[in-house]
């Protein structure tokens, strides 16, 4: 809808004054003043649907309770609830231009989804936009509400829902990663630690634990999730409930259980839980978590895949671009790197949330705002991550077997495996001279006749190196 496709205005007032508003605009006058007063950032709730969705939602739940304790009349609660259902399902969503960081502690977004679904339910009831006297955003759409308890609600809702959203996102990535392992599970390799040659183990062991370290992440998200599930509608103000009346908090839950189906919770302390937002900081956590962890996979990819001549070259990574404006015929790990940036965004984005949410002070958290914006962008960020992460990186990456086994051939460490075999005498004697001479331990246990190549090669098979066996072959010491 295009606020300003006729130019025509009308006027509405509030506390400050009188002002024209498009007349096209089914926001009014204190959106008006949010959009002129933030102009902030870019984020602009109209890019945050499922936030638009839990604020429909809020409205709708409130409009239930409020018409049983006859607050509201049937065609009031009628108009509110299909307006509100109108957003739900995605609607006049452009009707929302408020900057998602602002002042007032989320008093213009409150208030944009009060006048947006007041003017939409007077249209219903067969009325002008801004005759507020048969259906007003304060009295009716707000009624037994502050910003205090109706905002944090939303972004509950709202995050709760993008939650759900993330995890099969997530989900399909370890999927990914746990195919490799599988693909992998025969290819043997060097594993390291501190940089250093280790022991032998399988490129699909490296692949699996890479889906391992992801999966654990989701009982933490699920975990930092169920917060939102509590809510304090109903605490108005300040967590006294005043403006409501008794039984309207109940009321109000049944309403959101009944329509997310959700099992939403009322605060047992609402004083306490008005100034609390601590979900949010344990959200954004949660998901900081796994952006450590993707950190650790993607320097991985791009360690083990280096090269293609001069590294580690373990396998190769999907080109999907040129990797130089003068190099011709270098290709760069673009996908793990935008990865990376992600989550230092993310982690960045969590300690905004951390900062905002050691704010509050007295009744209140005025910095609500921005620690929405942080956990939703966030999400997103994780989810358009992963997938590209999944589709233009994992899903495409060819292992290079020769090279892995080559490495292991001529590596120090894979003496560690034979030490059980030949003892840690002859263990060191081989490494010593490996050392000295550059010649690989694998051929020169073959040199020294300690062990035969079908004895050596069954000790370095991949099926002896995913987990402690018991080789027949008798020891050599």
Known sequence: ?????????????????????????????????????????KFRLSEYPLFIKGLAI???????ANFELGLLTVEQKDAIIAA??????????????????????????????????????????????GEYQYCSPNDHVNCSQSTNDAYPTAIHIGMYFKHLQLLPHLEELIASFRKKGEEFSRIIKMGRTQLEDAVPMTLGQTFNGFASILQDEIAHLNEAAADFLVVNMGATAIGTGICAEPGYAEKCIAALREITGWDIRLSSDLVGATSDTSCLVGYASAM????????????????????????????????????????PGKVNPVIPEVMNQIAYKVMGNELCVTMAGE??????????????????????????????????????????????REEVHHSIGVVTALNPVIGYKNSTKIAKEALETG??????????????????????????MIKPVKLDIKPRR
Request: charged content about 25%.
């Open 1 to 41: 809808m295009d606020t300003k496709l006729t130019g025509k205005t009308r006027i509405e007032s509030d506390l400050i004054g009188a002002r024209e508003i498009p007349a096209e605009a089914l926001y009014g006058v204190q959106t008006l003043r949010g959009i002129e007063n933030f102009s902030i950032s």
């Open 58 to 64: 809020t409205k709708m739940a409130a409009a239930m």
């Open 84 to 129: 509100c259902g109108e957003i739900i399902d995605g609607k006049h969503h452009d009707q929302f231009p408020v900057d998602m960081i602002q002042g007032g502690a989320g008093t213009t977004t409150n208030m944009n989804a009060n006048e947006v679904i007041a003017n939409r339910a007077l249209e219903l009831m067969g009325h002008e936009r």
């Open 288 to 327: 900081k978590r796994v952006c450590v962890k993707m950190n650790k996979i993607c320097n991985d990819l791009r360690l083990l895949a280096s090269g293609p001549r001069c590294g580690l070259g373990e396998f190769n990574l999907p080109a999907m671009q040129p990797g130089s404006s003068i190099m």
């Open 359 to 404: 704010a509050a002070q007295m009744e209140l958290n005025a910095m609500e705002p921005v620690m929405a914006q942080c956990c939703f962008e966030s999400v997103d960020l994780l989810i358009n991550g992963f997938d590209t992460l999944r589709t233009r990186c994992v899903d495409g990456i060819i292992a290079n077997e020769d090279r892995c």
């Open 439 to 464: 010649v690989s331990v694998y051929q020169l246990v073959l040199d020294h006749g300690i062990l035969t190549k079908e004895e050596l090669d069954t000790i370095l098979s991949p099926e002896n």
